[in-house]
């Protein structure tokens, strides 16, 4: 088994002694440094598997050092430690390439963290990616895609705050899922939030969790995606939509890595790191005072921008396929394949709903194709693309007798519910009358025998 070692730079020989000491006790061999000389021949005689080092140095400072680290044995995940409360320090240094930072005085739990997961970037472990991850974003070769991949490996090796900008439907979930696999909270949990979905009273007790009896219909304890979270990573997505009574609270639990519960007295500590996107324009939301200044300096730390599909249009065709085969798997039918002219007319097009809107065209053209061939009138992309499944869908493929005559139930509804209703029933008929011919079924309903076998598939008819 090979020796794990680790470099300490610090000029104040306790610290030094403290951190070798622990260091040992967790079976590292510790080298030490009074200052970035000794340092850089330390670094470059022994190439440890982990580097800490203090900001303030006789002949420099630690942000050099993380500069210089990043050029010569990039390798090697440097952390800082920082004088308590300088928020500032750390978030230069996290920008300037070190893998995490820690604040003095140290506290010996927290530092034993960093080093666990410092050091599993330098196991020779194989990360692969799940090729079931849809949309399949980072399937490409076109220049932009290749930069993204590239990016998100980098930003993988680091524990900085990653704000991941983008249109709607461009995969940012997905880029935020691939940082975390590459990194080294990959064996932790992915917890993702969709901010703008949470009723604003129940949001403190969905991030931070809440005590049994806080509140009216608080019965038993709650965790909360925080603590959910914990060693692995938490994805606050349209993050843009958080109150601002929220964000204040968000950015102390961010700050002090630790929640109090709703009704609790005590805080816990949280070990996550925190991605976050939005499809909107943060830095305008801060100009209006919107969005508070000092969480998105925070969450900010380093942006990762996704290219929207219409800038990447030649991997449209090794998107499509991904795509086609995966519906084909999953309605167990054989794949369809594209027309020249289909691929041609995706290329050409503007894709508002980026990869999302792509997945829900081939999806309706799917169903809706003769044999196995999609060509470009089976995309209808004349005008906006209605999901597949919405409303106009339904009416295409010859049910739209069933839709207009069933009565509209009173008050709210639940429109998905009710159309998949509208279907079933109009299916059912049509098998009934058939004496359960799916051939003949599907031709009285005026769609493919295909079409017939998804919709049986996707509303579990089989």
């Known amino acids: 088994m090979t020796t794990q070692t680790a470099l300490i730079v610090d000029d104040e020989p306790d610290i030094r002694d403290l951190l070798e000491i ?15 000389a000794s340092a850089r021949e330390l670094l470059q005689q022994h190439k440890p598997q982990l580097c800490l080092t203090d900001m303030n140095l006789p002949d420099g400072n630690g942000i050099e050092l993380v500069h210089w680290i990043q050029q010569h044995t990039p390798c090697t995940p440097v952390a800082v430690i920082t004088a308590y409360g300088s928020m500032d320090t750390a978030i230069e ?17 927290r530092l034993r963290e960093l080093v666990n997961s410092a050091l599993k970037l330098s196991e020779p472990k194989a990360r692969e990616t799940a090729e079931s991850d849809e949309p399949g974003l980072l399937l490409g070769d076109s220049p932009q895609i290749r930069k993204l991949r590239t990016q998100t490996k980098k930003l993988a090796r680091s524990q900085a705050p990653v704000f991941i900008s983008g249109e709607s439907g461009s995969g940012k979930e997905l880029v935020a899922r691939m940082i975390h696999l590459q990194g080294p909270r990959s064996d932790g949990p992915f917890v993702a939030v ?9 949001m403190e007790s969905e991030f931070f969790g809440h005590k049994k009896g806080s509140f009216t ?9 925080f603590r959910s979270a914990d060693g692995g990573t938490l994805f606050l997505d349209e993050v843009a939509d958080l109150p601002l009574a929220m964000q204040v609270k968000l950015l102390r639990a961010i700050q002090e890595k630790a929640v109090r519960p709703v009704g609790d007295t005590k805080e816990v500590p949280v070990d996550i790191r925190v991605l976050s996107a939005t499809h909107k324009n943060l830095p305008e939301l801060v100009q ?16 990762l921008a996704v290219p929207p599909l219409r800038e990447r249009a030649d991997d449209i065709p090794l998107l499509a396929e991904h795509i086609l085969q995966r519906i084909a798997r999953e309605y167990e039918c054989d794949p369809a394949k594209l027309t020249p002219a289909a691929i041609e007319r995706l290329k050409g097009y503007e894709f508002p709903g980026n990869v999302r809107e792509l997945e829900n065209i081939l999806e309706r053209a799917f169903t809706l194709c003769d044999e196995d061939l999609i060509d470009a009138g089976d995309l209808h992309l004349g005008g906006r693309v209605a999901p597949a499944g ?4 339904v009416r295409e493929q010859g049910l739209e007798a069933d839709a207009s005559t069933a009565p509209v139930p009173e008050g709210e509804i639940d429109l998905e519910g009710y159309l998949e209703s509208i279907e079933r029933q109009a299916i059912e008929k049509a098998l009934e ?6 051939t003949a079924a599907a031709k009285r309903l005026g769609i493919s025998f295909r079409a017939l076998r ?9």
């Open 22 to 36: 622990t260091l040992t006790r967790m079976g590292i061999t510790a080298y030490t440094a009074p200052d970035l």
């Open 93 to 109: 240094s996290l920008k300037a390439g070190a893998f995490d930072f820690v604040s003095k005085p140290v506290e010996l739990p």
């Open 194 to 202: 969709n901010c703008g979905a949470i009723p604003s009273e129940l």
């Open 217 to 225: 219909g608080a019965v038993e304890n709650k965790q909360g995606l």
């Open 288 to 303: 209006e005072g919107d969005f508070r200044q000092d969480l998105f300096y925070r969450i900010n730390v380093i942006e």
């Open 390 to 393: 919405s409303v106009p869908a």
């Open 433 to 438: 009358a058939t004496r359960w011919n799916k």
């Open 454 to 462: 998804y919709r049986l598939k996707k509303l579990g008819m089989e």
